[in-house]
């Protein structure tokens, strides 16, 4: 669970993230379920602090960067995209692979995207809820390795600038943090 939750968060976060900006006609934001793109700004984790040498800083590709903790529920051990550099109205495919530590029952993540320093979305979501809708898995997730590969299309509408997500995910039962992971972007 941990490492679909955090591969989810990291694939699925990103699919999820990517679903929850889109920018609108006439440089009007507007941020809907549908769309988007990812990257990562705070290092925050559950209202904790990543303190410095606790965490993995971890490059991952190019746009992806894990800084969970080394005792977190799941470790990534990759995210391919392909193409490695998104671009609008191209679809982008997001193949990961994790290894969850610990069962996972239940599961919370949060993704905050931001457009330069304009925050596009702060939203939580049920990790349980997001594997069943968009990889067709269901919690629990159990201790082992954990594919993932998903599918996103990034609209054609993004405008051009940075943008960043962080994605956090921790066990409802006990608030254990699942990972962290961090994008940046540029269109």
């Known amino acids: 669970m941990r490492l679909v939750a955090y591969t989810l968060f990291a694939l ?14 006439q440089a009007r934001l507007m941020v ?9 700004l705070e290092v925050l984790s559950s209202g904790r602090s990543l303190r410095e040498g606790e965490g993995k800083n971890r490059t991952l590709n190019d746009i992806i960067r894990d800084v969970s903790n080394e005792d977190d529920l799941v470790d990534i051990d990759y995210v391919n995209l392909d193409p490695e550099q998104p671009k609008r109205s191209t679809p982008v495919h997001i193949n990961a692979l994790a290894y969850v530590k610990d069962p996972i029952e239940a599961a ?10 304009i925050t596009l979305l702060n939203r939580n979501y049920d990790l349980c809820e ?3 809708t968009n990889l067709n898995r269901t919690c629990p ?16 509408f993004v405008p051009p600038g940075w943008f960043h997500l962080e994605a956090v995910a921790w066990r409802n ?13 540029r269109f």
Do not use: R, W
């Not at 990972?179 to 940046?184: F, K, N, S, T, V």
């Open 12 to 25: 699925g976060a990103m699919h999820t993230a990517c679903s929850a900006l889109a920018i609108g006609e």
């Open 32 to 40: 809907q379920e549908a769309s988007g793109i990812f990257s990562g």
């Open 108 to 117: 919370t993540a949060n993704i905050k995207v931001k457009y330069g320093f």
């Open 130 to 132: 997001e594997l069943k």
């Open 141 to 156: 997730v159990d201790k082992g390795p954990i594919e993932v590969q998903v599918d996103v299309d990034v609209p054609g």
């Open 173 to 185: 039962e006990d608030e254990k943090q699942i990972g962290h992971i961090l994008a940046d972007i």
